[in-house]
């Protein structure tokens, strides 16, 4: 009986295992998966670095928002001061308008019209460029023509794109003489002249300065006029450029600002026969542009127009045209590249990708024999031929 009990305890064990080892593989064919065994260390190691790369993303978000949100912000700032600007500059120019248009109706008959004075037909411009010359400089009109001013259909092709170039001169004492008849001559062939009503001296620049930005304003609706030396060097593209950056500016003067002293003594070439009205022998004019470039928005030269038969006239042009805007609301814009010395001053700055706007010699307040210089100068120093279309582009 002992053996009998023994030997079926042992059959029992076997089907025990054996009922284990089939249900352990039925549950293997059911789940179809094998459960490794679980190694600790690596999977806390594993979880600590995908919580660390979760951490890392969501700063790195968190960053990312911060300076998205800071440039909306900036950019709205920008966008916000670029529309001041843009009203201020409106409202000024409609100011202007109204002051012009009561003083048309003044100066005029009760049964004229204003819109007669107005010009309602004026042509769209961007810059009006009227280059000062004189009866005698017919040589350094002509080097002008043969490096920095395009000339025939280019010269019509630039004002079509918007910038105005013409020699700007008045007429002699005398109605009618052989020094007009010659400009007329001149004006036939090329036409790129602009005909003011003032008699012409030298002693009198304050006055063909003033008539030429009343002429102008009522000529073209521009947004610069820019009076230039006929003895300088000019780079259209690089002035258009350079213009471009203060457009929705109100009321903007731009040149070379200076501040040199007021000479009293009667012997020198710039003498200030008022030098007393600024104060003590030895002292300075106020800031003004250098005479051989400068620009002045349109609300400037509307408000020349509007006032040039009380804007006093000083000995110096560039003083007058300071002292007009002494009183105003008036950005005075100190740009460098206006007044860019002639080779190897403007080479040098040319060859480092900083192109000048006009080249001149302080000591000659122009170009030292410039009819000689000016080809050379425009080859060293020039921007090319192209420069111009692409910066109106």
Known sequence: MKGKSSVER????????????????????????????????????????????VEIARQDCSTKLKHEVGRDIMGEVSRTHDA???????????????????????????????????????????????????FSSRKRRDSIRETWMPQGEKLKRLEEEGIVVRFMIGHSATSNSILDKAIDSEDAQHHDFLRLDHVEGYHELSAKTKTFFATAVEMWDADFFVKVDDDIHVNL????????????????????????????NKNVKYHEPEYWKFGEDGNKYFRHASGQIYAISRDLATYISINQLILHKYANEDVSLGAWFIGLEVEHIDERNMCC???????????????????????????????????DIHRRCGEGESAVWSALL
């Open 341 to 375: 010395g002639t080779p190897p001053d403007c080479e040098w700055k040319a060859q480092a990708g900083s192109m000048c706007i006009a080249s001149f010699d302080w000591s000659c307040s122009g170009i030292c024999k410039s009819v000689e210089k000016l080809k």
């Open 237 to 264: 593209g690089m002035l258009a450029t350079t213009l471009s950056r203060h457009k929705k500016k109100p009321r903007t003067y731009i040149g070379c600002m200076k501040s040199g002293p007021v000479l009293s």
């Open 84 to 134: 001041i600007q843009s009203l201020d500059k409106s409202i000024s120019t409609l100011q202007m308008e109204l002051a012009a248009k009561r003083s048309a109706e003044e100066l005029l008959p009760s049964n004229v019209p204003a819109k007669t004075l107005m010009g309602n037909n004026k042509a769209k411009a961007f810059i009006v460029i009227g280059i000062n010359t004189a």
């Open 10 to 53: 042992k059959v029992a064990i076997k089907w025990i295992v054996f009922m284990c080892l089939c249900s352990f593989c039925l549950g293997l064919l059911f789940t179809q998966r094998f459960w490794p065994l679980p190694d600790s260390d690596t999977e806390l190691i594993s979880e600590q670095k995908n919580d660390q790369e």
